[in-house]
Every structure is written in C-alpha cells, then in structure tokens.
C-alpha cells in the first residue's frame, strides 16, 4: 500500500510538472509569431485556463483510479494499458515532462562560445542611489510590490569573446549592449537614467540596442534623457523590436536619428578603427522588414548582426555572421531553481533565454534586457553588458592604451 502512494504521488509529481512546462511552451511558441497583441492575448486565454485545470484532472484521475482498481500497483500501469478520458491530460503532461527534461540537459551541457570569460560583475541598486522606488504611472503596479522582484536593480557585466578572423587592430574593442528598455511608465525615467550613466562611464567604443525601446507612444520624450546621453567613437546603432512594431515607428526613428542613433534595420552600416572594419547589420524580423546584406567582397571585415529575436540564429550562421547580439526573451524573467525559466517568445522555447551560445562561425550574446512591459524578475535581474572583442592569437599587441576618436563616425543620415 504505502510503494503504491509513493508510485502514484511520483507520478502526478511528474505529471504535473510536464504540464507547467507544457502550456507556457506553447505560448512561446505562439508569442514568436508576428501577430497582434490583442490576438495573442486572445490566443493565451487557452494556457490561462489550461495551467490550473490539467494539474487538478492529472489529480482527479489518480484519485479515481486507485479507487477504482485498489489491487493494481499504481496508477501509472492503469494508464497505460486501460485508455480513458485521463489518456489526453496524461500523454501531454508526459510529452511535457520529456521537453522539460530535454531543455534542462540541453542548458547543462552548453559549451561556452571561444574565450569566453566573464571580466566582472556589478550589482546596482538604484532604488538605493536615488533615495525612493523609481515607480511611475504605468500599468501592473502591484507586480513591483511582489516579495524578491529585482526590477529596481541592474547587473553591469564585462565579458570576453575570442574570434579568429578578428583584425588586429579590432583587438580589445568594445561594444556596450543594450537591449528592452520598454518605456510603458511603470518604472519611471530616473531609473533609466541612473542606468544609461552607469553605461556611459565604461566609455565604449561603439554602442548598440537591440530592440523593444517603447511602449508608449507619448515616452519617445524621455529619448533625449536616457539614450541621448550616449556618445561613442565609433558610433551608436540600433533597431527595434515586436513592441515598437505596435506603434507608430516613423516618429521613434527620427528622434532617434536626431540623437545620434544609426538606424540599422534591413541594412548594413560599416565603420572603421585604423585597418579594422566592422560591418552593422540589423534584422528586425519576423515583425519587420527585411535581412541586411552584407559585403562578402570583403573578407577582413567583422560582420556583427543586431538581431531583436536569437530565433535569427540559424540566418546568422548561414551568412557567416561573427558576432550576433539580441534580446527580447528577458531572460525568462522569472528563473526557478533547477527548472531556470518557463516564458521565452520564441520558437526555440527557453534554448535563448538568454546567454551566451555558439556554433560555428557565429557566438550569440542574448541579454536579458532592461525592462519588460511586466515590471516582474525573479532571480533574473535586468542586465547591460559590455562586450570586448579579442583577436584568437599570442602576436598580437594589447590596446589597453588604445588611442580614443575624439568624434563619433556618423554615416549618411537616414530615419
């Protein structure tokens, strides 16, 4: 009697956690999609129902039964071999549990991408340096007020990554990455100000957002407090994402251009420091546009691509891209012991939630983002990172008395 209990409570366990893992899955496969907010919202009222309900009919089926069959060993050998109503909840559930699994397995055997290191970390509170919560007017306020919420606090990182075809004189530049700022309102502009200075003081060589800048349409205002403050020699680029995709996007390029900004989407920008090209791609889809195209004649330049989504990855590897920077999953935002987190939208699940990955030719850095349109992370704090480039050899010399362009290199203005 008591190996039939710990049987069935093995099982449900199992069940169970197949079937959180399951439903939110599903939406972030839907969420990958280019389809409206207002559908999708439509669309996920089936996980909404579907994440409470088949937990209790995974439980009322054991229940059931062990009722029904006492002299059987479990549960489970009823299931099995004795199709029911039960047989539809469980082979989800099952399937869930498998992909749970195979997800976890996956993150543990990652292998890093080449030379990478992470040079430091930094906390920031600036709940703590402004003196107050930097709350706002916007929408969820009570998810701000949720035990352990990390909104208010922000990791400044300082990685490393090799790369063969790197040229010489590239070696030890870098790139400040950032990427879902989400202006809604319901954290207010001080905080992101607080947070473009903390970018500002690595004193970049080139800077570049990734995407999802607005929420609303009205908070292209705070524009020249935040990402107008940032200079940089070899100059700042950026695309946008799903959010912006929503609104108006004409008047947010324009601001943008008029910072200083370099609009990338569906295009190829280069600069240069002495012999060294970078090429700058952005990619705005599958919401947006069209892929860049970049020069394949010249075979010594560094191809980054500025991709919102890393479901792009596959494209980026096809096209001999060196470097990919993304974000738009937020790292899950909520990250649970072991399990690490259930929401990503993407196609690929939580795989790129965020990190770093690799396959050949192309590394990939996901941030996990600033913001989000819900203010909500759990052992998932908001991140920019600065990224330093270095060339995979023993000869070449060290920049770290590198000379600074005392202008930014501005290509033809364009919205």
């Known amino acids: 009697m008591f190996s039939t209990w710990v049987l069935n409570s093995i099982l449900l366990c199992v069940g169970v956690l197949g079937s959180i893992w399951l439903w939110p899955a599903c939406v972030n496969r839907l969420y990958s999609l280019p389809i409206p907010c207002s559908r999708l919202d439509r669309l996920r009222k089936i996980h909404d129902v579907a994440m409470p309900l088949v937990p209790i009919l995974l439980l009322v089926s054991v229940i059931q039964l062990s009722l029904q069959h006492p002299q059987s060993t479990s549960a489970a050998a009823v299931i099995l071999t004795q199709p029911g109503w039960w047989s539809i909840p469980w082979a989800c559930s099952l399937f869930g549990f498998g992909g749970l699994l195979l997800t976890i397995a996956t993150r543990l055997f990652r292998a890093s991408p080449p030379g990478y290191q992470v040079c430091s970390r930094e906390i920031i509170d600036v709940e703590e340096e402004l003196g107050y919560p930097p709350r706002g007017e916007g929408p969820h306020q009570g998810m701000l007020k949720v035990p352990g919420n990390q909104i208010f606090t922000f990791e400044a990182n300082e990685k490393k990554f090799h790369f063969p075809r790197l040229h010489k004189d590239l070696h030890e530049i870098t790139i400040l990455h950032l990427s879902d700022l989400h202006f809604i309102g319901t954290i207010d502009r001080p905080y992101f100000e607080k947070l473009c200075e903390r970018a500002a003081s690595w004193n970049p060589d080139l800077i570049v957002f990734t995407g999802d800048l607005i929420d609303r349409q009205e908070l292209i205002s705070w524009?020249?407090?935040?990402?107008g403050k940032l200079r940089a020699p070899l100059g700042c680029y950026y695309i946008l994402g799903n959010h912006d995709w929503h609104l108006d996007c004409g008047p947010i390029r324009q601001q943008m251009l008029e910072l200083g900004w370099q609009n990338c989407?569906?295009?190829?920008?280069?600069?240069?420091?002495?012999?060294g090209i970078i090429q700058i791609g952005g990619d705005e889809r599958p919401w947006m546009g069209h892929a860049p195209t970049f020069d394949t004649e010249q075979d010594n330049a560094f191809k980054l691509l500025l991709s919102?989504?890393?479901?792009?990855?596959?494209?980026?590897?096809?096209?001999?891209?060196?470097?990919?920077?993304?974000?738009?999953?937020h790292g899950g935002q909520v990250v649970l012991p072991i399990i690490g987190p259930l929401y990503s939208p993407s196609k690929y699940g939580v795989r790129y939630a965020n990190g770093e990955f690799y396959s050949a030719p192309t590394t990939m850095h996901v941030s996990r983002g600033v913001s989000g349109k819900h203010p909500l992370r759990i052992n998932c704090r908001p991140e920019i990172t600065l990224i330093h480039l270095l060339k995979k050899?023993?000869?070449?010399?060290?920049?770290?008395a590198k000379t600074v362009l005392e202008t930014p290199q501005v290509c033809a203005a364009e919205a």
């Open 265 to 275: 989407a569906g295009r190829v920008r280069e600069t240069k420091y002495h012999d």
């Open 223 to 227: 524009l020249p407090h935040t990402l």
């Open 393 to 400: 050899t023993e000869t070449v010399e060290s920049r770290e």
């Open 308 to 329: 919102h989504t890393p479901d792009n990855f596959p494209w980026a590897q096809q096209h001999g891209i060196d470097l990919m920077l993304s974000g738009h999953n």
